[in-house]
């Protein structure tokens, strides 16, 4: 039986967290019904809330530092900070999120598989 993929590396190319090479996502976040390599059922996966709750705790430490850092050494209109930060926080949320998922769906797959003794 081949080593299970590393945690980083499922995660951050959203893989399979079995074989490591099938594509995790049917679209944006849709995660598949089984992986298309090694035929894992990945139905019983249910991440929940957990990522997104993550992503919005990060992204509200990271964002507001920037506004303020960008405020205090730049002090632009008000407008520019209402067209700035908008599109840099969906950038930054949908660039994470696919990857915290895929950690989330590795993680549950493993704790799964040490309960069954797989």
Known sequence: MPAAPSLISVALRCRCPRCGDGNLYRGLL????????CGLDLRESDTGDGPAVLVMFFLCIVIIGAAIGVEIRFAPPLWVHAVLWPPITLGLALLIMRPAK???????FRTRSSEMGL
């Open 30 to 37: 849709t995660v598949r019904e089984t992986c298309p390599v």
């Open 102 to 108: 895929a950690a989330m769906v590795a993680l549950q």
